[in-house]
C-alpha cells in the first residue's frame, strides 16, 4: 500500500490549479486597506472573467437539453452541483465532459473542459447571456458560419481553443503556464483564478509588510509595478480643448497595454517596465485592421488607440475608465466634455444631429462598434473622424453607413453629398494615410515619394508611420531603403523595430552592414527582430562578426520560450535552425508544430518547403496535399501544391490549383503571375494573356502581371491592344529599363504621326 501511494505521489498532475506563492498575498488581503477598490474590482468582467463551475456562477441551460449545430447534437446536464456536456470529440465521438470552469459572463459566457495532459480547452458552444427581448438566453455556436468537424482548426479540441496557450495569461493573476514539449503538456497554475489587484500593481507581500511596519510613502511602496496617476486636464481661454502641463508617462500604456493588445510575449513580463521590452505589439497589416486602421479583426484596443490624438495629446485609459472596475467614469457625452468643450462640440452646429438622438452621441461618430464572436460589440478606440469618401476608395466601412443603413443601401456616395452639404468638405479631401497604404501592397512598384513623406512625418502617429514602414519593404526601392535607414535612430521602438523589418529583402551582406551598428538596441522587440533580419549571415561571418551575433541569436531564442506551446513559434524555431545549419533541430520544431496544431496549414506548407529543399521530394508531395485537403481554399495551398507538380513536369496536375490558387480570397498576384507562365508553356497563350487581363483588372498596378502581359501580347501581334498596359507601366515605373526598351519599341505605334 505504501509504495501504491508513493507511486500515485510522483505521478505528474497536469490539471491547472492555484498555486501559493509568498510574494502574492491574494485581493481579499487588499480588502482592509482598500475597500472600495476591491469592492469595484469584485463586481467587474475582471472578477468574473474566470471562475469555477458551480451553481453560483453558470449562467447557461444546464436542465437536460439538447442542441444541434453542425448536424451534430450536444447535451447539457447536470448532476448534483457538477455540470456536463456530452458532445463530439477530437476522434469524432460523443463523449462526456466536466464543465470545469466558466469563462466571461456578458454578452456571453464560454465553458472550459479540461481534456487529457493539463489542456483546457474552451467549448465552441457558448451560452448568449443577454437577456431575451435581446436575443439572448440561448445556446450558440461561434463558428456558426463555417463547416466545423474535428478537423477544422478552430474545433474545441484544436490548439487555437487552447486556454493555457491563448487566453490565460489574460484573464488570471500570476500565471504560469508550465508548458512541457517533449509531452506537449502543461501543468499551468496562477495565484488567483481571475484578474485582481496583484495582476496589475504586482505582488503585494513587500506593500503589505511595509504598511504593517509603518514604512510605506509615495515613494516606496513595496510595488514592482508603480503606476502614475492620469494627467490632469483643464481648458485655457479661448480654447476648446483642454490642455495639460504635466509630463506624460507610458505606465499605464505599460500596464494596461499588456493584455489589452493583440501581441507576441518575448520575455516575462512581470520582470520588465516598458511594454516593447516584454511584448512585440501587431502593426497595423495582414488584413487584422482596415486599410485606414479601423478594426477589422479582435486586435484588443491599444493598436487603435496608438492611433489616435488622444494618445498623442497625454491620454491615457484611466482618464476614462475606472481602473478597478472598467467602467466608464461618466456616462453619455460628459465623457468627451471632460476634454471637448461642451458648447462648442455637443452642439448640432458640430454634429449636425438631433439633440439626445444617437447621431448626437459622441462615441457613434468617432468611436463605432463592430460586432465580434456573434453578440460582443466592441468600440474602435482611434477615434478617427468618418470618412465616407474612403468607403468608395479603400472598401472600408464608416460611421454614418453604420446608423443610415437604407441610405447606404441606396447609394454609396450619399454620406459624402451630405457631408459637402454641410460645409465640411476638408473632412473628406484631406489626404488619408489609408490611401497610402496601398501603395505599399503587391500592387504597387515603386512606391511614391508621397509614401516615404509620409513615414518621416511626425504629425502621423507613430504605429502609422511604423506600419507604413513595415509594409514599404514589399516593394524596396532606394526612397525606402533610405528611409528604413534614417528610421533606425528613431526615439520610438515601433518605428525602429520596423525599419529592420523593412530592410529585410536586402541580400543578406547589405543586411549586415547596416543592422550591425544597431542589435544593442535598448528595446528587446527591436533587437530580436534585428536577429531575425541576421540569422541568415551567421553562416557565412568571420569569427568576429559571429561573436557579435550570438549573444542576439540566444536572446531571440530565449524569447521564443514563452510561447513555445503555438505552433507558429515553432515555425520560427525550425527556421532559426535551419538557418544556423541544424536540420535535426528544424525537423523537430517542424514536427512539434504539427504535434501541437496537426491541421495547421502554414506548419504543413513550410515543412513541405523545407523537405523539398532538402531532397525529400515525395514526403514534400504528401504535405503539400494534406494542406489542400484541409484547406481547399487557401490559395497558398493550392499555389504550392500546383508549383510541387510543376516542378514534377505534371502540368496537366499542375494547372488546376494553379487556376484554383489565383481564384482564392488569398490570392497574391504572384499566382497568377506563375499560371500565367504555366500555359504560356503550354502553348495555351490565348488563355494565358485571358488570365492576366483578369488579374491586372484585380491589381491594376502589378509590375510583374503587366510586363507578362506586355511581352504576351507581342508574341501574339497584338501591338494594338498592349499599349494601354504599356502605358500603365509607364505611369508606375518610368524609368525601369524593360519599360524603356518596349517603349522605344513599339514608338511608332504609341507615336503614329
Known amino acids: 500500500m505504501l509504495r501504491l501511494t508513493l507511486f500515485l505521489l510522483l505521478l505528474p498532475c497536469f490539471a491547472a490549479y492555484a498555486k501559493p506563492d509568498s510574494q502574492f498575498i491574494g485581493a481579499q488581503s487588499c480588502t482592509f486597506c482598500h475597500a472600495e477598490e476591491t469592492r469595484l474590482w469584485q463586481t467587474s468582467h475582471h472578477a468574473r472573467s474566470m471562475q469555477k463551475a458551480t451553481t453560483d456562477s453558470v449562467l447557461g441551460d444546464f436542465s437536460d437539453i439538447t442542441v444541434n449545430f453542425h448536424n451534430s447534437v450536444s447535451r447539457m446536464y447536470r448532476k448534483s452541483d457538477t455540470y456536463f456536456i456530452n458532445t463530439l470529440g477530437a476522434d469524432g465521438k460523443l463523449h462526456n465532459y466536466e464543465i470545469k470552469y466558466t469563462f466571461g459572463f456578458t454578452p456571453l459566457q464560454q465553458y472550459l473542459v479540461e481534456t487529457e495532459k493539463g489542456h483546457f480547452q474552451a467549448l465552441n458552444i457558448a451560452w448568449d447571456s443577454r437577456s431575451e427581448t435581446e436575443g439572448g438566453q440561448r445556446w450558440m455556436h461561434l463558428r456558426a458560419e463555417e463547416k466545423m468537424n474535428p478537423e477544422n482548426i478552430f474545433f474545441w479540441t484544436r490548439h487555437f481553443q487552447n486556454w493555457n496557450s491563448r487566453c490565460a495569461e489574460c484573464h488570471s493573476t500570476n500565471v504560469n503556464k508550465n508548458y512541457e514539449d517533449q509531452e506537449n503538456s502543461y501543468q499551468t497554475t496562477w495565484s488567483e483564478i481571475n484578474v485582481a489587484c496583484e495582476a496589475c500593481h504586482g505582488p503585494a507581500s513587500q506593500h503589505v509588510f511595509l504598511a504593517q511596519s509603518d514604512q510605506l510613502t509615495d515613494l516606496l511602496t513595496g510595488f514592482t509595478q508603480k503606476l502614475s496617476p492620469p494627467l490632469h486636464w483643464q481648458f485655457s481661454p479661448g480654447k476648446h480643448i483642454a490642455e495639460t502641463a504635466g509630463t506624460r508617462s507610458e505606465q499605464a500604456m505599460n500596464t494596461c497595454g499588456r493584455c489589452h493588445s493583440l501581441r507576441s510575449p518575448i520575455a516575462d513580463y512581470r520582470k520588465e517596465k516598458s511594454y516593447h521590452d516584454a511584448f512585440r505589439l501587431q502593426l497595423l497589416n495582414n488584413n487584422l485592421y482596415f486599410p485606414d486602421g479601423q478594426i477589422r479583426e479582435e486586435v484588443f484596443v491599444m493598436g487603435s488607440f496608438l492611433q489616435s490624438k488622444m494618445y498623442r495629446a497625454g491620454v491615457t485609459c484611466t482618464n476614462c475608465h475606472n481602473?478597478?472596475?472598467?467602467?466608464?467614469?461618466?456616462?453619455?457625452?460628459?465623457?468627451?466634455?471632460?476634454?471637448?468643450?461642451?458648447?462648442?462640440?455637443?452642439?448640432?452646429?458640430?454634429?449636425?444631429?438631433?439633440?439626445?438622438?444617437?447621431?448626437?452621441?459622441?462615441?457613434?461618430?468617432?468611436?463605432?462598434?463592430?460586432?465580434?464572436?456573434?453578440?460582443?460589440?466592441?468600440?474602435?478606440?482611434?477615434?478617427?473622424?468618418?470618412?465616407?469618401?474612403?468607403?468608395?476608395?479603400?472598401?472600408?466601412?464608416?460611421?454614418?453607413?453604420?446608423?443610415?443603413?437604407?441610405?447606404?443601401?441606396?447609394?454609396?456616395?450619399?454620406?459624402?453629398?451630405?457631408?459637402?452639404?454641410?460645409?465640411?468638405?476638408?473632412?473628406?479631401?484631406?489626404?488619408?494615410?489609408?490611401?497610402?497604404?496601398?501603395?505599399?501592397?503587391?500592387?504597387?512598384?515603386?512606391?511614391?515619394?508621397?509614401?516615404?513623406?509620409?513615414?518621416?512625418?511626425?504629425?502621423?502617429?507613430?504605429?502609422?508611420?511604423?506600419?507604413?514602414?513595415?509594409?514599404?519593404?514589399?516593394?524596396?526601392?532606394?526612397?525606402?531603403?533610405?528611409?528604413?535607414?534614417?528610421?533606425?535612430?528613431?526615439?520610438?521602438?515601433?518605428?525602429?523595430?520596423?525599419?529592420?523589418?523593412?530592410?529585410?529583402?536586402?541580400?543578406?551582406?547589405?543586411?549586415?552592414?547596416?543592422?550591425?551598428?544597431?542589435?544593442?538596441?535598448?528595446?528587446?522587440?527591436?533587437?530580436?527582430?534585428?536577429?531575425?533580419?541576421?540569422?541568415?549571415?551567421?553562416?557565412?561571418?568571420?569569427?568576429?562578426?559571429?561573436?557579435?551575433?550570438?549573444?542576439?541569436?540566444?536572446?531571440?531564442?530565449?524569447?521564443?520560450?514563452?510561447?513555445?506551446?503555438?505552433?507558429?513559434?515553432?515555425?520560427?524555431?525550425?527556421?532559426?535552425?535551419?538557418?544556423?545549419?541544424?536540420?535535426?533541430?528544424?525537423?523537430?520544431?517542424?514536427?512539434?508544430?504539427?504535434?501541437?496544431?496537426?491541421?495547421?496549414?502554414?506548419?504543413?506548407?513550410?515543412?513541405?518547403?523545407?523537405?523539398?529543399?532538402?531532397?525529400?521530394?515525395?514526403?514534400?508531395?504528401?504535405?503539400?496535399?494534406?494542406?489542400?485537403?484541409?484547406?481547399?481554399?487557401?490559395?497558398?495551398?493550392?499555389?504550392?501544391?500546383?508549383?510541387?507538380?510543376?516542378?514534377?513536369?505534371?502540368?496537366?496536375?499542375?494547372?488546376?490549383?494553379?487556376?484554383?490558387?489565383?481564384?482564392?480570397?488569398?490570392?497574391?498576384?504572384?499566382?497568377?503571375?506563375?499560371?500565367?507562365?504555366?500555359?504560356?508553356?503550354?502553348?495555351?497563350?490565348?488563355?494565358?494573356?485571358?488570365?492576366?487581363?483578369?488579374?491586372?483588372?484585380?491589381?491594376?498596378?502589378?509590375?510583374?502581371?503587366?510586363?507578362?502581359?506586355?511581352?504576351?501580347?507581342?508574341?501574339?501581334?497584338?501591338?494594338?491592344?498592349?499599349?494601354?498596359?504599356?502605358?500603365?507601366?509607364?505611369?508606375?515605373?518610368?524609368?525601369?529599363?524593360?519599360?524603356?526598351?518596349?517603349?522605344?519599341?513599339?514608338?511608332?505605334?504609341?507615336?503614329?504621326?
Request: aromatic share 8%; charged share 20%; with cysteine.
Open 323 to 753: 481602473p478597478h472596475s472598467g467602467a466608464l467614469k461618466i456616462e453619455g457625452n460628459g465623457l468627451c466634455t471632460q476634454c471637448h468643450e461642451s458648447v462648442f462640440y455637443d452642439n448640432s452646429n458640430h454634429h449636425h444631429h438631433k439633440a439626445e438622438s444617437a447621431g448626437a452621441a459622441c462615441v457613434n461618430c468617432h468611436m463605432p462598434s463592430r460586432t465580434y464572436m456573434q453578440v460582443d460589440a466592441r468600440r474602435d478606440h482611434s477615434f478617427m473622424v468618418p470618412r465616407p469618401d474612403l468607403s468608395l476608395s479603400l472598401g472600408v466601412p464608416n460611421a454614418c453607413d453604420g446608423c443610415h443603413i437604407k441610405e447606404s443601401d441606396r447609394a454609396t456616395s450619399w454620406a459624402q453629398n451630405i457631408l459637402h452639404s454641410w460645409g465640411e468638405d476638408n473632412v473628406t479631401t484631406t489626404l488619408h494615410w489609408g490611401e497610402l497604404n496601398r501603395q505599399t501592397s503587391p500592387d504597387y512598384k515603386p512606391a511614391t515619394p508621397s509614401l516615404t513623406e509620409a513615414i518621416n512625418n511626425e504629425q502621423y502617429a507613430a504605429i502609422v508611420r511604423a506600419s507604413l514602414l513595415d509594409a514599404s519593404g514589399h516593394n524596396p526601392d532606394q526612397n525606402t531603403i533610405r528611409t528604413s535607414i534614417k528610421q533606425l535612430k528613431n526615439d520610438d521602438a515601433l518605428i525602429r523595430r520596423a525599419a529592420v523589418q523593412a530592410l529585410t529583402n536586402l541580400p543578406i551582406q547589405h543586411r549586415w552592414l547596416i543592422l550591425s551598428p544597431y542589435i544593442g538596441d535598448i528595446a528587446r522587440s527591436v533587437r530580436i527582430t534585428i536577429a531575425q533580419a541576421l540569422l541568415g549571415y551567421y553562416q557565412y561571418g568571420s569569427a568576429r562578426d559571429k561573436q557579435a551575433l550570438l549573444p542576439l541569436i540566444n536572446e531571440y531564442r530565449g524569447s521564443l520560450k514563452f510561447t513555445e506551446d503555438s505552433p507558429a513559434t515553432q515555425l520560427l524555431l525550425a527556421d532559426l535552425e535551419s538557418q544556423l545549419g541544424d536540420r535535426p533541430a528544424a525537423i523537430r520544431s517542424y514536427e512539434q508544430a504539427l504535434t501541437i496544431a496537426p491541421a495547421y496549414v502554414p506548419a504543413l506548407i513550410n515543412y513541405a518547403e523545407f523537405l523539398r529543399n532538402t531532397g525529400n521530394v515525395s514526403n514534400a508531395g504528401r504535405l503539400f496535399k494534406q494542406a489542400v485537403n484541409l484547406a481547399p481554399d487557401s490559395g497558398i495551398s493550392q499555389y504550392n501544391l500546383g508549383l510541387h507538380f510543376v516542378r514534377k513536369k505534371q502540368y496537366g496536375k499542375a494547372l488546376p490549383h494553379l487556376k484554383l490558387a489565383g481564384e482564392q480570397a488569398d490570392a497574391i498576384p504572384q499566382f497568377n503571375y506563375v499560371y500565367a507562365v504555366a500555359l504560356q508553356n503550354q502553348g495555351e497563350l490565348q488563355k494565358a494573356i485571358s488570365v492576366l487581363v483578369g488579374s491586372t483588372d484585380r491589381w491594376p498596378n502589378n509590375y510583374k502581371l503587366l510586363i507578362l502581359l506586355v511581352y504576351y501580347l507581342d508574341e501574339s501581334g497584338k501591338s494594338e491592344e498592349l499599349l494601354m498596359y504599356l502605358d500603365r507601366l509607364s505611369k508606375i515605373a518610368p524609368t525601369a529599363t524593360e519599360v524603356l526598351a518596349l517603349k522605344e519599341k513599339f514608338q511608332q505605334v504609341m507615336s503614329p504621326d
